[in-house]
């Protein structure tokens, strides 16, 4: 059986064979973390490039429980997008397509 650890997890393989994969934080009172917690540990872990951490933010937010009609959450995730490109071009990330 191999060894219990993030290092071992499927998310390597997920993000390798480019599936459509997001992170959360599941309940955060009981499991202690953050979003940024959580993505920090995906990008040190995994070695995530600035598009493969962009795709993943992105994904979350387009497969979230977005209550309202297409177009709004169309909107939203657009919107999402442009938030995301702003912070990365703040701290300096590459741009991705």
Do not use: C
């Not at 390597?12 to 917690?37: A, C, E």
């Not at 979350?60 to 938030?83: A, I, L, N």
Request: charged share 25%.
């Amino acid at each position: 059986m191999p060894e219990l650890s993030i290092e071992n997890h499927a998310f390597r393989k997920m993000v390798t064979n480019r599936l459509s994969v997001s992170l959360s934080t599941d309940n955060k009172l009981i499991s202690n973390t953050t979003m940024t917690k959580e993505l920090m540990l995906a990008v040190h872990t995994f070695g995530l490039s600035p598009k493969q951490l962009k795709e993943i933010v992105i994904t979350g937010y387009k497969r979230s429980f977005y209550y309202g009609p297409y177009v709004e959450r169309r909107e939203y995730s657009r919107k999402v997008m442009d938030w995301y490109d702003e912070v990365a071009e703040k701290h300096n990330v590459p741009k991705v397509g």
